[in-house]
């Protein structure tokens, strides 16, 4: 499996407050990336593969919205967040 419960625990603890903070915008949004990444992969190699493709559009979705919300609440955290994960080119 891709996704460890030790990555989870990492992803946490580099981009949220602890390892154990798992309800921060800043972990959950460093965690769809990390899946996004994954299925995006995936992709590459298999291009017809619907169920796939349909789960990555709607994980980009969810990692969209949380970016809005952050951006709304607090820029700062948002911006941060943005040059951690080198999601704006």
Known sequence: MYLTSEKKHELFKQHGKEATDTGSAEGQIALFSHRIDHLTGHL??????????????????????????????????????VKELKLRK
């Open 44 to 81: 590459k190699e298999n291009r017809k593969d619907f169920n796939t493709q349909q789960a990555l559009i709607k994980l980009v979705g969810k990692r969209r919205s949380l970016l809005n919300y952050l951006k709304n609440k607090e820029i700062s955290r948002y911006r941060s967040i």
